[in-house]
């Protein structure tokens, strides 16, 4: 079970390069591995959180408010993880802006309540939370190493260097495009391209491998 959903959550069923889930965000703040970190961590919390107290709930939920209820419970720890970050972390919380408050509604989230926690055990909700949003947040990360990279000339702004980050060569040099909105959309379709490519090839190895048997 563990490792079935630790393949899901990082590959096979990856939130955003294969469930397509999440994508505004994804798009909308990779543009600093600050900014990626504090927004796959958040969700990763929630995400984890959220799951554990539906699957605790979901005998006595009435199936025809269960989507209510699961926005309750999502609202509830968002709140909390928005105060803590408020609190502590206000750079991140300025730099991510409103969609700290928006992870009330990411379809990865819902989708991962409706989908396994409302149906499964605690402890297998749980691992699932933890590794759903392991795979969010490397995509994440990368996207952000990525974007940074090209459009900044620049690696871990937001958190080394005293926030100016490690510059690897100067910004004239950058593509500007790559840190706008439509360098998100471009660096993901990469992302879900190359993913897309990379599982097609394994199935059609495992194919032949069976034919071969």
């Known amino acids: 079970m563990v490792k079935k959903l630790f ?3 990082l590959v096979t069923q990856n ?3 294969v469930q397509l889930l999440g994508l505004c965000s994804v798009m909308a703040i ?6 990626g970190v504090g927004m796959g961590v958040s969700v ?19 199936a025809k408010i269960r989507i209510a209820a699961f926005i309750v419970v999502i609202a509830g720890f968002v709140t909390i993880v928005d105060l803590i970050i408020q609190a ?6 300025a730099s991510l802006g409103v969609f700290i408050p928006l992870i009330v509604v990411n379809c990865i989230i819902l989708g991962r309540a409706e989908a396994f926690a409302s149906k499964n055990s605690v402890g297998a909700s749980a691992l699932d939370g933890i590794f759903q949003g392991i795979g969010y ?12 990279f090209l459009g900044s000339g620049t690696f871990g702004a937001g958190i080394l260097n005293a926030g100016a980050g490690i510059r690897l060569f100067p910004a004239e040099y950058g593509a500007l ?9 471009l660096t993901l379709g990469v992302f879900i391209a190359v993913m897309q490519w990379a ?10 491998e069976e034919a071969i048997k």
Do not use: H
């Not at 990779?30 to 900014?35: E, P, S, V």
């Not at 599982?199 to 032949?208: A, C, F, G, Y």
């Open 7 to 9: 393949k899901e959550g």
């Open 15 to 17: 939130p955003v390069l």
């Open 30 to 35: 990779t543009t600093t591995l600050f900014n």
């Open 44 to 62: 990763l919390i929630i995400l984890t959180l959220s799951n554990i107290v539906i699957a605790l709930l979901r005998k006595v939920i009435p």
């Open 88 to 93: 502590f972390v206000p750079d991140l919380s």
């Open 137 to 148: 947040t490397w995509v994440l990360v990368l996207m952000c190493v990525v974007r940074e």
């Open 177 to 185: 495009l790559i840190v706008l909105p439509f360098g998100g959309f």
């Open 199 to 208: 599982l097609r090839r394994s199935q059609e190895k495992s194919k032949d």
